[in-house]
């Protein structure tokens, strides 16, 4: 599949009309214009991710969680990521729950919980 038909899914899967607007809206959002008719070996690392990311918040869910949304990433894209999760927690008020192990990413949240063996030890 390629990118637009990736992101799409979900709503595919469920039967949704897509709206076009905000499938192009949201391409832009991820930078991905010039790549939307790509197929995933024809993207970068960061335009995976980010079409991954694209088919989370196509359905304009209340919380995105991301699990090391950054791991295989290069610096770059690893910045275009953590943008890309702020602008959505500030401009589409959704809530990204975030599982990382780089503390550099994890400040620029507003709440912090550190988790060993499972369990909470503490709020930083």
Known sequence: MNVEENITLPLSLDNRKIDQKRLK???QLLGLESRKTHLPNE???GQQQRTSIG??????????LADEPTGNLDSKSSDEIVELLKRSNRDYKQTIVMITHNMEI??????????EDGKIVREV
Do not use: F
């Not at 088919?55 to 995105?64: D, E, L, S, V």
């Not at 994890?106 to 988790?115: G, M, Q, S, V």
């Open 25 to 27: 809206d949201l391409i």
């Open 43 to 45: 993207l970068s690392g």
């Open 55 to 64: 088919r989370a918040m196509i359905t304009n869910p209340a919380i995105i």
């Open 106 to 115: 994890a400040k620029i949240a507003d709440r912090i919980i550190k988790i």
